[in-house]
């Protein structure tokens, strides 16, 4: 069992959504909020299509770095974003 | 008729731009190239009417909403300029999001076209797009094109014509505009909208969250531990390509081909014609600029090796390896893309930044990133590669890596310096794509910056090779300088006292000072003005020099040692790139504080490199400190005492504000 699963269990029985750093890699998600306090980010999210109810898959971890599919798109964000997209 | 070209970052606006224009703005695989309008005008076989239609190509922007306050300049220019007709391009392989943007555009007022880019791509991944669908939800034309294969253009121009000045009904309208929030919900809605249009109008063979082999590779180029590696060993076979192989073999020829016009021209001239006029001609014009184009093919190979490694998609990939070491000095990622435009120019490198949305990283990259080596240093670096070592490709492999290290240095203490300890800015990046690089492209991109360089070889770099044959051909007195006495002439006369600062870093030496100072109006001059004050044309064949120049080698000319030669490389390198990017430094800064303090920085830190490696490495190469060792340690500890103290300074006043 990955770490990943474990945090997930663990996150879901205390009814805390999980971000996206704790993500299984290639399962499709659908976001919970986007928890920030910078509207900048915020907004930019939300054009590429970054907001609740949409989905968002895991696709690789690379260090600190994520890469995200987003509606079509590949994205690589960092882990200050991936803490801030709950699902 | 006008026309706007409007869509998402990296669409193909700036491809299509190119096809139906004939210009050759630049083009690059990754959002954000264009940072400012281009006009132009459609060229006439692609459209039957007697009108000339102008396009202007507008930046990409992912979405129009009013909340975005940055990304505003699509609606103001429609808005302010009212054009007849706008294409809108979409990147045909994300209609998703792209569709969200069309139909915000759709409000506006103006008719759109749709034009589905990449179809190209669209038939290899055998994904299947209806274009009647789309166009019968969207409400208005759709045309599938191809911009990179010339594709479509022809019946989308033909388009534009039947829709101007028709009324188009936006097929989603959002109702409530006064309210932040409704907008919000409303734009919620326009996602399920468009969600919904694209199940109709779209099969995917595959879905796009399936791992693909882009992600395999992406797994290892942006590598945590692999990354840097591959980039640096990516970069020096770029370089030995450019400037150990392919490059001086295609060279030898061309400066040949030189060599045989300043004879010629010097036979060709009889005896009438006044020795100060030959001088000029054959030393000034010929042996200055001569020199520089030498360096072209060294300086072309590079180029073309460049743009296939941009048209492949892996420049993007650079971004995201340097992001984390980039946070640590309060830039991000986004902060390499300016510097990997500046590896050609560094003046739309600094434009570049514009995209930064922070203003102390977007003011500290455009500070910045002109230190990594343009194509305006190639000569330079070529020449003291080739002279004093063996044409090594790790020199300049070294100085880009050096680069990026005065970069990262630099951004660690302007930080300081404006005491900043905000949070960290988000880094998030659309990654493209791998592709094949075409060959033909990066072709065409070679010929236009070979071009570009050519022509400021034989403008700015000529007049100033001209004016610099005349300072050290006269006195003061207008009189000619005589045999012997060359420290007479007026360029000797104003170098010297420069010259004497040089000392401490090992290049003391008038000849070599007047070169660096012409460097500061255009970077070429370094390479253009020691032609003319060491009278040498050939500078790519060495062997050849003794009969060009009838001395011993160049090395022996300049009187340097390896060490003073790389120090003097480094000094030419790292102090302010030329005027022009300072005036495009002084545009991005907005702020004279910032502009004076950039100079400043860059005249410091050139020095104080220039100083370390000669003296550090002559002590390393002979066991004893070069000539000035203690006054250069004086002036190198000043400066590092004044950057302390405003450190020092600002830290106190930010704490004094704080309580
Ligand atoms: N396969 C394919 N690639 C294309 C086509 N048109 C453009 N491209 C590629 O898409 C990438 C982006 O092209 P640009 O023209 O710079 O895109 P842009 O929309 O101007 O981008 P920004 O200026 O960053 O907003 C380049 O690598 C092009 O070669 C096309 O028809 N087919
Ligand atoms: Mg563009």
Redesign the pocket.
Same mark, same amino acid.
Request: overall charge negative; proline content about 8%; charged content about 20%.
């Given at each position: 069992m990955s770490k990943a699963f474990l945090m997930k269990g663990f996150q879901s029985l205390r009814g805390n959504p999980m971000d996206v750093t704790a993500c299984e890699i290639n399962e499709l998600m659908t976001i919970k909020s986007i928890e920030t306090i910078d509207p900048e980010m915020r907004d930019f999210l939300f054009s590429l299509g970054c907001f609740e109810g949409r989905t968002i898959t895991l696709i690789s971890i690379l260090g600190s770095t994520y890469i995200v599919n987003i509606s079509d798109a590949r994205y690589s964000i960092d882990a200050q974003l991936a803490q801030a997209i709950k699902v | 008729m006008r026309i706007a070209?409007a869509?998402?970052?990296?669409?193909?606006?700036?491809?299509?731009?190119?096809a139906i224009t004939g210009s050759i703005?630049?083009?690059?695989?990754? !959002? #954000?190239?264009?940072?400012a309008r281009k006009e132009g005008e459609v060229k006439r076989n692609l459209y039957k009417k007697n009108e000339a239609i102008r396009i202007i190509?507008l !930046? #990409?922007?992912y979405s129009m909403s009013p909340f975005t306050l940055e990304e505003r300049i699509t609606r103001d220019f429609v808005r302010n300029e009212s054009p007849d007709v706008i294409i809108n391009?979409i990147?045909a392989n994300n209609l998703s999001r792209s569709l969200v943007y069309t139909t915000q555009l759709l409000e506006l007022g103006v008719p759109v076209v749709v034009a589905l880019?990449?179809?190209?791509?669209v038939k290899q991944k055998q994904t299947d797009i209806n274009t009647e669908t789309l166009s019968k939800q969207l409400n208005c034309p759709v045309i599938p094109?191809?911009?990179?294969?010339n594709?479509g253009l022809r019946i989308l121009i033909e388009t534009c014509y039947q829709i101007k000045g028709k009324k188009q009904i936006a097929p989603y309208r959002c109702m409530i505009v006064e309210n932040v929030e409704h907008v919000a919900e409303s734009d919620k809605k326009r996602f399920e909208f468009v969600s919904a249009i694209v199940t109709e109008a779209e099969k995917r063979k595959v879905t796009s969250d399936k791992q693909t082999i882009h992600d395999t590779i992406d797994r290892i180029v942006a590598n945590r531990y692999l990354g840097m590696p591959i980039f640096a060993i990516i970069l020096y076979a770029v370089f030995s390509i450019s400037q150990s192989t392919i490059g001086p073999w295609i060279a030898d020829y061309m400066v040949a081909g030189i060599d045989s016009l300043y004879v010629f021209a010097e036979s060709a001239m009889s005896e009438a014609v006044s020795p100060l006029l030959k001088t000029l001609l054959l030393d000034g014009i010929i042996g200055g600029v001569g020199a520089i184009v030498g360096f072209l093919p060294l300086i072309m190979v590079l180029f073309f090796m460049l743009a296939l490694l941009?048209?492949s998609?892996y420049m993007a990939r650079v971004a995201v390896v340097m992001d984390p070491i980039m946070k640590k000095v309060g830039l991000s990622g986004r902060s390499i893309i300016p510097m990997v435009i500046s590896t050609g120019c560094a003046i739309p490198g600094i434009m570049s930044t514009r995209t930064i949305k922070n203003e102390r990283e977007r003011r500290t990259t455009a500070m910045l990133t002109s230190f990594m080596p343009c194509g305006a240093k190639l000569p330079v670096i070529a020449l003291f590669a080739g002279v004093f070592f063996q044409e090594a490709a790790w020199v300049g492999t070294l100085m880009y890596f050096l680069g990026i290290l005065v970069i990262i240095f630099g951004a660690y203490v302007i930080r300081k310096i404006n005491n900043d300890t905000s949070k960290k800015s988000f880094f998030i990046m659309e990654l493209?794509e791998y592709?094949w690089p075409?060959v033909k492209?990066a072709f065409t991109s070679m010929i236009n910056q070979g071009k570009a360089f050519v022509t400021k070889a034989v403008t700015i770099i000529l007049i100033s090779n001209v004016v610099v044959q005349i300072m050290q051909t006269f006195t003061w007195q207008f009189q000619l300088v005589e045999e012997g006495l060359e420290a007479t002439s007026i360029l000797a006369n104003i170098s010297s006292p420069i010259a004497f600062a040089m000392i401490p870093l090992g290049f003391g030496i008038w000849q070599l000072t007047a070169a660096a100072v012409t460097g500061f109006i255009a970077k070429e001059n370094v390479v253009g003005t020691l032609a003319v004050v060491f009278g040498i044309t050939n500078f790519i064949n060495t062997e050849e020099l003794i009969l060009v120049s009838g001395s011993i080698e160049v090395a022996g000319i300049f009187g340097l040692t390896s060490v003073a030669a790389l120090a003097y490389l480094v000094f030419n390198l790292f102090t302010p790139p030329c005027f022009a990017a300072i005036g495009a430094m002084n545009a991005e800064l907005e702020s004279k504080k910032w502009l004076i303090g950039s100079i400043a920085f860059q005249l410091g830190m050139g020095y104080v490199l220039a100083y370390l490696i000669y003296q550090i490495g002559t002590f390393a190469t002979t066991g004893q400190l070069g000539s000035g060792a203690f006054a250069g340690l004086f002036t190198v500890l000043v400066l590092i005492g004044i950057v302390l103290l405003i450190i020092t300074k600002n830290s106190v006043e930010t704490t004094l504000k704080v309580q």
């Open positions: - | 070209l869509g998402n970052p990296n669409s193909g606006k700036t491809t299509l731009f190119n703005e630049s083009v690059g695989n990754w !959002p #954000g190239v264009t940072v190509d !930046p #990409g922007t391009i990147d880019n990449k179809w190209d791509t094109i191809s911009a990179i294969q594709q941009e048209d998609g493209p592709r075409s492209r």
